[in-house]
Nanobody, 121 residues
């Protein structure tokens, strides 16, 4: 079993900042990519930012230059620093991680339960 627990969501005014965290725990041998997604009501879940085990990153066009993804491999934690927030960033943000279970040669691809981000205008 692998668990992902997000934190750091909340309410902020437009132009403000929030930092999301996601801690990964469980029977883990290694973690490959870690990512943040978001999903607004009635819309498909979309990739916000992704970071590989080697530190390569990619971002959605809508957040490029405003959001920064990073990870602490020692803590199995991924972060999303969100600056210059806009009302259209309001939605639930989900953490995702994939990698290998410890003890068995098997992949996991797990999700957190989500954290709400609300940006007021």
């Amino acid at each position: 079993q692998v668990q992902l627990v997000e934190s750091g969501g909340g309410l902020v005014q437009a132009g403000g900042s929030l930092r999301l965290s996601c801690a990964v725990s469980g029977n883990i041998f290694s973690i490959n990519a870690m990512a943040w997604y978001r999903q607004a009501p009635g819309k498909e879940r979309e990739l916000v930012a992704r970071i590989t085990s080697g530190g390569s990153t990619n971002y959605a066009d809508s957040v490029e230059g405003r959001f920064t993804i990073s990870r602490d491999n020692a803590k199995n934690t991924v972060y999303l620093q969100m600056n210059s927030l806009k009302p259209e960033d309001t939605t639930v943000y989900y953490c995702n991680a994939n990698g290998y279970y410890s003890g068995i040669y098997s992949l996991f691809d797990s999700w957190g339960r989500g954290t709400q981000v609300t940006v007021s205008s």
